[in-house]
């Protein structure tokens, strides 16, 4: 059984940074595209960032500069590093894991960036 657990969300000022965090747990994470979705209120879930198992990364153009994703495979764990953040980023996050045909999705994560 596949888990994905987020961490890491919470409340910051506008220019200030927040790292996410995922622990995947009965998978072969490392074989595996590991991607952050945001979903602000109201609005449809957007993809963010993407990281395969080569370590190749994809940004959506409004965090290009600004998010870092990365993974660690020992620990079966992927990160969202967000510096300069804005008012606009404010939503709950989602770690996925793509495994074949498969998509796991966590509970999410609240990030919510005041003025």
């Known amino acids: 059984q596949v888990q994905l657990v987020e961490s890491g969300g919470g409340l910051v000022q506008a220019g200030g940074s927040l790292r996410l965090s995922c622990a995947a747990s009965?998978?072969?994470?490392?074989?595996?595209?590991m991607s952050w979705y945001r979903q602000a209120a109201g609005k449809q879930r957007e993809l963010v960032a993407v990281?395969?198992?080569?370590?190749?990364?994809n940004y959506a153009d409004s965090v290009k500069g600004r998010f870092t994703i990365s993974r660690d495979n020992a620990k079966k764990a992927a990160y969202l590093q967000m510096n300069s953040l804005k008012p606009e980023d404010t939503a709950v996050y989602y770690c996925?894991?793509?495994?074949?045909?498969?998509?796991?999705w966590g509970q999410g994560t609240q990030v919510t960036v005041s003025s």
């Open positions: 996925n894991l793509a495994v074949g045909p498969y998509d796991y």
């Open positions: 990281i395969r198992s080569s370590g190749s990364t």
């Open positions: 009965g998978t072969i994470f490392s074989l595996n595209v």
